[in-house]
């Protein structure tokens, strides 16, 4: 990784993706998104890798698109555009298929780009006083790369508003659309955070993998598809390796083996 760019292994099982342009608000280019893509391809295949945390350096988590990539888009023409267009697309597909569940700590300003990194995290911490915000038709462009991500996650409704007006929202309406899942003081969004890791580690990291896949799937396919769908995955979990040790430590009032194999990983 880069300057731009660090991954911390902060506790076992646990790795944070931290943007690291703070004083660009951690603005991003074509070089970081490369970066960004290029670390979630690899850790969605990173057996030791339970929970990734997805945070920004300093007092943003990140402000979007970088002002002198910008630039750089204004002299291309349409066809240069479209593979820059798709390389951002891919970064927003890596994060959101990892079968890692995602946390994003989410502080200061999350706009245009930034907002759609929101979207893609499967459980969002957001601070007190964060500013959100699809921006882009002020600009006199538009939220498309951004726009399955965020209306699969807010719906239809909100995202006619927050696209069309290009206004900023703060951290409790961000909460009250479902882009973000708690709302916290700034001096807690660390230790909610690590709640929220806690609650990811208890559970089996096939079963998440899976549950992540179901939760993304489940409201896009006709119901009795997604009943039969669904038969076949939990018969398959059910006589699965972890699924039966899972059931079987539980009827056995014992801890299940993948929280034994993590506290002795972090020594406790």
């Known amino acids: 990784m880069s300057a731009s760019l660090r991954l911390e292994r902060t506790r076992a099982g646990v790795v944070r993706v931290v943007l690291a342009r703070p004083e660009l608000r951690n603005a991003f280019d074509d070089a970081l998104i490369a970066e960004v893509t290029a670390?979630?391809?690899e850790l969605a295949s990173d057996a030791s890798t339970r929970v990734v945390v997805l945070a920004g350096e300093g007092k943003s988590f990140c402000a979007g698109a970088d002002l002198t990539w910008m630039k750089r888009m204004v002299a291309w023409g349409e066809e240069e555009n479209r593979r820059d267009a798709e390389a951002l697309g891919r970064m927003f597909l890596a994060i959101d298929s990892c079968p890692k569940p995602v946390v994003g700590r989410i502080h200061g300003a999350a706009l245009g780009?930034?907002?759609g990194l929101v979207a893609v995290c499967d459980v969002a911490v957001c601070a007190e006083g964060t500013l959100l915000g699809t921006t882009e038709v002020r600009l006199g462009i538009v939220p498309a790369v951004i726009s399955?991500?965020?209306v699969r996650k807010v719906g239809e409704s909100h995202a006619r508003r927050?696209?069309?007006t290009g206004e900023r929202f703060g951290a409790e309406e961000a909460l009250r659309a479902g882009l973000v899942h708690a709302v916290v003081a700034d001096a807690e969004l660390d230790a909610e955070v690590e709640?929220?890791?806690d609650a990811l580690l208890l559970g089996g990291p096939e079963a998440i993998a899976v549950s992540k896949g179901l939760a993304m799937r489940m409201g896009r396919v006709p119901l009795d598809e997604a009943v039969a769908e669904a038969a076949g995955?939990?018969?398959a979990?059910?006589?699965s390796a972890e699924g039966q040790e899972g059931m079987n430590a539980f009827l056995s009032k014992r801890a299940p083996a993948w929280t034994r194999d993590q506290e002795r990983r972090s020594g406790s």
Do not use: N, Q
Request: hydrophobic fraction near 60%.
């Open 39 to 41: 670390a979630f391809e």
């Open 148 to 150: 399955p991500f965020v």
């Open 237 to 239: 979990r059910r006589v």
């Open 233 to 235: 995955v939990i018969a």
């Open 195 to 197: 709640r929220v890791i």
């Open 113 to 115: 780009g930034g907002t």
């Open 162 to 164: 927050w696209f069309l």
